[in-house]
Structures are given as C-alpha cells and as structure tokens.
C-alpha cells in the first residue's frame, strides 16, 4: 500500500471497542542520555549528555509490571485513533496515538504514540502528532505534553522534529534504579502559540472582493473538525454577502501582509413578543481566526472594533450562539440576563449577547430570530463548495455536536 494510502487509514478508536488494548512499545537502542545530577554549594547541576552503550539494549512491554494499554482508568477523558488491519477475522492494530486533556492546566497529554515496525517510515507517526496538534488548536490548549525515555534517541529525536523541547525529569518513575538503568524519564513539551499582538501588528479592514476566496479558505480551517466533522461556516460566509441581512459595513477582515487571519461577519437580528413587537439587533457569526493566529488576541481585536462601530451606528445590542469559555471575557452574558429566549424558548450557556446601549436587550426581551440564511446549509451543496478549498480530513473529535 502506498504511504499516503496508509495515513489515509487513520480512523477514531472508540473506547468501548479498545479499552485496555496492549500497546506494544518495544525498543533497541545503541544510545541513550545520560542524566547527571549533583549537589553543588549553591544548588544543583544537572547535565544530559548523549552516550553509547557497551551493548545494545532492548526494552519491552514484557518487562514491566504496567503495559501500555489504550483507555486505562486514570486518563479519564482518553480519545485515540489509529489504524486497524483485518487479518483472519480479526482487527490487528498497527499504530495509535492516544490524548487526554489536562483541565486543570489546559494542556493535552499525548499518552501513548505507537507505530508497527512494519509501516514505519512512511510519515504515519507524524501524520498521528499533526492530529494531537490539531486537537490542542481546537481545544485551545496552551501545551502538548508527553513522556520518554532517556535511553529512547530515536523517540528523542522525532520528538524534538516536532518542535518538541525537554521540559522535566523524573528519576525514579520506573524504578528506584532510574539513573542507574540510563532509562529517566523525561517530559517533553510542544508550545505552539504565538505572542500576543497588537493593532500595529494587522490590518483591521473591511473585506474586499479579492479577499473573498481567503476569507472563506481560512473560515473552513478555522471550524473543520471542530463542532463536527469538517464545516460548513465557510458556505455560511459565502452565502451571508449575497444576503439582504448582511452588514458589510460593520463587518470586518484582519490581514497581515497579504494573508486573510481573522474575520467576523455581521447580520441583522430580531427580537419578537407574543405581542408581535419586533426589534432589530444585532448578530455576528461566524467570528474566526487562522488555527495557526488564535490564541493572540485577533479575534478580541476585531470584537472590540466591531462593536465599537456598532454602537456608533446606533445598534442597541448584539445575541450570538457561541463559545461560552470565550465571549465573556469581552463582555458577554448569558441571555436570561437579559430575558430573552431562543424562538423555542431556551436558554443555555453558549446562547449570550451584550448590551451596546443600556437596556437595549433587558429594556425589550423576547424571543431571538436569527436571519433564514443561518439554516440554508444544505449538506450536498456544502459539500460540493469544500471542493473549491484545500480542506483538511474529516476526523472525529471530542466535543463536536455530531
């Protein structure tokens, strides 16, 4: 099978099917590191040094009294995928990768990484780390974090390829005779996000028809794989500027250079009584940023101008459907704050808005309308518009709706 084909086999491993499969991570290594730590009068020095054994040693999963094994009960929010050959009625495992999120620090584990002997070489360890980055992007975690060994070069060595740098040591996780065994363990950290900007550092504009193909490109990277498997707001995108409901006006793109970072699109809203009262309001979606811009500040930096200029032209509020461990850092709160429901009458934490004008949504409440165009999203017609994109592969993630 060619290379490609193979990575292309990658599948989600669900728990209920995989849990407590042996992984089996084995390896011979002529090298190791060698972790030195002495006491010195005012602290201690600790030095790694790349050495050769006397003789190869071999480590495997025999040797230890705790295999590795996907979905073991300590990592409670475990997701894996990998692929899975079919031989005499059986699926046989040929590789894996295995995350799990750290809440507490907002960083992703990436338990366990293993490729068969016989499919190495063909990029498929990589193609795994790039699923691991994409689910930290989507996520929103600030790190990458996993476990090796210092007698394991070869995992060393592909890790720090992957923009990978020691991060700790633990000399006694496997034995007391840790150091002694030339098998420490060492934490390995991938950080990808980049310093905070400012408005010097882009372009806030408005969107121009030149900018319209990467406006979408960049949309659809934004939310593949996020709420579902692949997207659909870049159709959304394209289908808001043909709309009599769109506001070009209050709508914006961030560039930097010739690159398309960041937009956010604004539409007419409505709030409607039982009295048949109607108010117009505002909504924007979808607000995005480039996967490799977010977490800089883009995206609060076309907020704050956009709503600015909102107000100015006399809009008295703003209801989103969005992210509920975001948008209340600039401002936003749930809408029972403001009594207003959904048109079916709900209310939950991703359904919020924000007052540009006081009372301007308490003062009148109701049920949200969002414009038609919202829900004109037909699948076939998504479909056939993500042909035009350089689109990423569908993949199962934790968390999407579907």
């Known amino acids: 099978m060619k290379k490609d084909q193979m990575k292309d086999k990658i599948i989600h491993l669900p728990g209920e099917q995989w849990k407590g499969t042996v992984v089996p991570i084995g390896y011979t290594t002529k090298m190791y590191y060698d972790v030195n730590m002495q006491m010195v009068s005012d602290g201690y020095d600790i030095t790694i040094h790349k050495r050769k054994f006397d003789v190869p040693v071999t480590h495997c999963p025999e040797?230890?009294?705790?295999?590795?094994?996907?979905?073991?009960?300590?990592?409670?929010?475990?997701?894996?995928?990998?692929?899975?050959?079919?031989?005499?009625?059986?699926?046989?495992?040929?590789?894996?990768?295995?995350?799990?999120?750290?809440?507490?620090?907002?960083?992703l584990t990436v338990t366990e990484l293993w490729v068969h002997e016989k499919i190495r070489r063909q990029g498929i360890g990589h193609t795994l780390m790039a699923i691991a980055k994409e689910q930290a992007v989507l996520e929103h975690r600030r790190a990458i974090i996993l476990e090796t060994q210092s007698c394991n070069v070869d995992a060393i060595a592909f890790y720090r390829q992957e923009g990978f740098e020691p991060i700790g040591l633990d000399t006694c996780c496997y034995t007391?005779?840790?150091?002694?065994?030339?098998?420490?363990?060492?934490?390995?950290?991938?950080?990808?996000?980049?310093?905070?900007?400012?408005?010097?550092?882009?372009?806030?504009?408005?969107?121009?028809?030149?900018?319209?193909?990467?406006?979408?490109?960049?949309?659809?990277?934004?939310?593949?794989?996020?709420?579902?498997?692949?997207?659909?707001?870049?159709?959304?995108?394209h289908k808001l500027r043909k709309s009599d409901v769109y506001l070009p006006e209050l709508s914006r793109v961030a560039a930097a250079g010739d690159e398309i970072v960041g937009a956010i699109l604004y539409s007419k809203a409505w709030l409607r009584k039982e009295t048949g009262q109607e108010k117009e309001i505002l909504l924007f979606g979808p607000l995005c940023v480039a996967p490799e811009w977010q977490g800089c500040g883009v995206g609060g930096l076309l907020l704050e101008e956009t709503l600015a200029l909102a107000k100015e032209s006399g809009y008295a509020g703003v209801v989103i459907f969005g992210e509920p461990d975001y948008y209340p850092r600039h401002g936003f709160q749930t809408c029972d704050n403001f009594g207003i429901t959904t048109a079916d009458g709900k209310n939950f934490d991703a359904f919020m808005g924000i007052e540009l004008v006081e009372g301007g949504l308490s003062g009148f409440g109701g049920s949200f309308y969002a414009p038609e165009a919202f829900e004109d999203l037909p699948e076939e017609e998504n479909e056939a518009f993500t042909q035009r994109f350089d689109a990423p592969v569908k993949r199962k993630f934790p968390g999407q709706w579907e």
């Open 176 to 237: 007391n005779q840790d150091l002694e065994r030339k098998e420490v363990r060492i934490n390995m950290g991938y950080f990808s996000r980049r310093q905070k900007v400012t408005r010097d550092d882009i372009v806030i504009r408005k969107e121009a028809p030149g900018d319209y193909h990467k406006t979408e490109q960049m949309t659809l990277k934004a939310f593949w794989n996020k709420h579902r498997m692949g997207c659909n707001e870049h159709l959304l995108v």
């Open 63 to 107: 040797e230890y009294d705790f295999p590795d094994k996907l979905y073991q009960e300590h990592w409670e929010k475990a997701f894996a995928w990998g692929i899975v050959e079919e031989r005499d009625g059986k699926e046989e495992l040929l590789a894996c990768i295995e995350t799990c999120p750290e809440e507490w620090s907002n960083r």
